[in-house]
């Protein structure tokens, strides 16, 4: 009877350390294939909600011009273009 109380503890004892021993035990990596895999799926999963998403936001209060006003280019007349055009017309 006393080798079955031995045999017992003997297996509780080993069970003990296997389950300590696989805490530490190193965890299955993924191949770099594998890893490109799951970021390019999860990278497009992303793009795809951003797509869908808008941005309502008006943020410089400018109206809709996007985030920034549009820039003039040098084609448009200056201030003082205007001013001396306007009086070369109303001077009659």
Not at 48 to 64: A, H, K, P, T, V
Request: charge should be negative; aromatic fraction near 12%; hydrophobic fraction near 25%.
């Amino acid at each position: 009877m006393e080798w079955i109380t031995q045999t017992n503890l003997y297996s509780h004892t080993m069970s003990l350390f296997s389950k300590i021993f696989n805490i530490f035990k190193p965890k299955p990596k993924l191949s770099k294939t594998q890893l490109n895999k799951i970021i390019h799926q999860s990278i497009s999963k992303n793009e795809r909600l951003f797509e869908n998403l808008g941005d309502d936001m008006d943020y410089d209060g400018m109206g809709n011009y996007g985030r920034f006003p549009p820039i003039e280019s040098d084609d448009h007349p200056t201030y003082e273009e205007v001013i001396k055009e306007y009086e070369s017309q109303n001077s009659k």
